[in-house]
């Protein structure tokens, strides 16, 4: 009896063990292949700052490329600026951004008047074909007469090269922008940046800037439009 008792102890025990040490393996082995917590990161969102300041193209009075008072509260004090930019857009044969019917979702044109230099404008638009640029430069002066055309080529973007065009935009907070800083010299440089996005126009133009976000968008988009302009140098002003 006592060699049946000291038997069932021992093999009560036994099964005790195996059970705590089977529990123990599989316990360690379900932590040790768990997946790891996930760790969620707050990614900021960048913004155009749109609508910003623009309005819609709808409700602006429109009487050829820029509406009325986008750079100056009354007509007369803005009429020898919108004249002088009409004149050399006329001469490139650039379409008005505001008076297409059938306008891309959302375009941008970079328009660089130099005094001494040929005028240059850089659009660039997203379609349903995908991404374009389109640069037009005449012989002229943009300071002066606007002469001829002298380039006018188009070539697909790469989305990459379009996103990173937005990305600075971005950063530039373009949409809020104010249109016009009065700081003009005698010689110099315009640089002047419309844009339209769903429905709606945004005009920023800047004399000779020397740095900042607002330059590096309209430098990329020098970049992109493959001129044989060195952006380093002293062409650029």
Wanted: with cysteine; aromatic share 12%.
């Amino acid at each position: 009896m006592k060699r049946i008792t000291l038997w069932l102890a021992v093999s009560i025990t036994t099964f005790t063990l195996g059970v705590t040490a089977t529990v123990l393996y599989v316990s360690r082995s379900v932590s040790n292949n768990a997946p790891p917590p996930t760790i969620k990161h707050e990614v900021p969102v960048a913004s155009a700052c749109f609508p910003g300041l623009s309005r819609t193209v709808d409700s602006l009075d429109t009487p050829s490329y820029f509406p009325r008072g986008a750079f100056y509260p009354t007509h007369e004090n803005e009429k020898f600026i919108m004249e002088w930019y009409t004149k050399h857009l006329k001469a490139m044969g650039e379409p008005s951004l505001l008076a297409q019917p059938d306008s891309p979702s959302e375009s941008y044109r970079f328009l660089w008047l130099r005094s001494f230099h040929h005028p240059v404008a850089v659009r660039v638009w997203a379609s349903c074909d995908g991404h374009f640029i389109n640069v037009k430069q005449t012989d002229g002066q943009g300071g002066y007469e606007p002469g001829r055309v002298i380039t006018d080529k188009t070539h697909q973007l790469t989305d990459a090269e379009w996103d990173h065009f937005i990305s600075l935009l971005d950063r530039s907070c373009y949409w809020q922008l104010q249109t016009e800083i009065d700081d003009s010299g005698f010689d110099g440089a315009r640089w002047i940046l419309e844009g339209v996005r769903e429905g709606r126009y945004h005009v920023v133009d800047r004399w000779t800037p020397e740095g900042g976000d607002f330059r590096e968008v309209c430098l990329y988009l020098l970049k992109l439009s493959n001129m044989p302009i060195d952006l380093s140098g002293k062409d650029i002003y």
